[in-house]
């Protein structure tokens, strides 16, 4: 059985979408792409992270 994650974590997300930490950070920032945090853990539901991709201009 595999397992798929629900969430990613910064580096994750940053492997997934070939974005830099910066960029993403700046994007928590502003808000344009929501977040969670589980103690210090930063966490970008999967949702979100296609919902910021799609919302990209083309």
């Not at 910066?22 to 344009?32: I, T, V």
């Not at 949702?47 to 991709?53: E, G």
């Amino acid at each position: 059985m595999e397992v798929s994650p629900n969430a990613f974590t910064v580096s994750g997300f940053c492997a997934a979408f070939g974005v830099g930490r910066s960029l993403l950070y700046e994007e928590l920032k502003s808000g344009r792409l929501p977040y969670r945090k589980a103690g210090r853990k930063t966490l970008i539901r999967k949702d979100d992270a296609q919902a910021w991709l799609d919302a990209l201009p083309k």
